[in-house]
């Protein structure tokens, strides 16, 4: 069955390093999303991205973030400097277009990012 | 998207059905009811969703009372591996790219 992959699994940084987080949707997928959960807190939020473009995004997404589709199969979180508050579990999900059953979002086993 | 109320946890002795309720009393015409759950800080899994009819799935059954206020997730025998927390979420169908509002959700423990 068809996952989405993220890598790496764990990622250990220094405050104001530059992070970036890798993700492969499912192939035929159009809709690309982040999500966070702190640790102990309610997963939310980032950002939603589609036909090259961001569609939504949650304040949490500031400056800081960017998100990226740079080839045909992988979609990329980058934190341009990293602060203690950034560490979390990051979650890529994605999901189809064209009818209800193909809204459904799968998520990915998440990254957790851990900034020291 | 309308707001659930779900109970913060539950109990369920293995083997038994686990029978999980959500409130959602203002859902519109238009909105869904998804299922997710998430198993020790694992990504969200995908269970069910339904508008009015009720569902079922190789995971699970959906139960939408007809007035669409309320549902039941019900996992007909539940394992030690559907330990979880679990989350009621609803949210309209349309194209746009809108994103899953997650809650607190259930915490389900199943008991040997």
């Known amino acids: 069955e068809p996952e989405v992959t993220q890598t790496p699994s764990h990622q250990v940084t220094q405050m104001g390093q530059e992070v970036i987080l890798r993700c492969v949707p499912i192939?035929?997928?159009?809709?690309f999303y982040w999500y966070r959960q702190i640790l102990g807190q309610k997963v939310e939020f980032l950002v939603s991205?589609?036909?090259?473009?961001?569609?939504?995004k949650s304040e949490i997404f500031d400056d800081q973030f960017s998100v990226e589709r740079p080839d045909g199969s992988n979609f990329t979180l980058k934190i341009r400097s990293t602060k203690l508050e950034d560490s979390a579990m990051y979650f890529c999900?994605?999901?189809?277009?064209?009818?209800?059953?193909?809204?459904?979002?799968?998520f990915g086993p998440g990254t957790r990012l851990l900034v020291l | 998207d309308a707001k659930t109320t779900q109970p913060t946890s539950m109990d369920c002795a293995e083997g038994r059905a686990a029978n999980l309720p959500c409130n959602h009393s203002?859902?519109?015409?238009?909105?869904?009811v998804y299922w997710y759950r998430q198993i020790h800080s694992q990504g969200p899994q995908y269970i069910i969703h339904?508008?009015?009819n009720n569902e079922t799935n190789e995971m699970a059954s959906l139960i939408i009372t007809e007035d669409r206020k309320s549902s039941t997730l019900i996992l007909p025998h539940a394992t030690l591996r559907d330990t979880a927390v679990y989350y009621c979420?609803?949210?309209?169908?349309?194209?746009?790219?809108?994103?899953?509002?997650f809650g607190g959700g259930t915490r389900l423990m199943v008991k040997p």
């Open positions: 999900a994605s999901r189809g277009a064209g009818g209800i059953n193909q809204e459904t979002q799968y």
């Open positions: 192939s035929n997928h159009l809709y």
């Open positions: 991205f589609y036909n090259n473009e961001i569609s939504e």
């Open positions: 203002t859902i519109s015409g238009n909105e869904y």
């Open positions: 339904g508008l009015k």
């Open positions: 979420i609803v949210r309209a169908y349309n194209n746009a790219g809108n994103m899953l509002t």
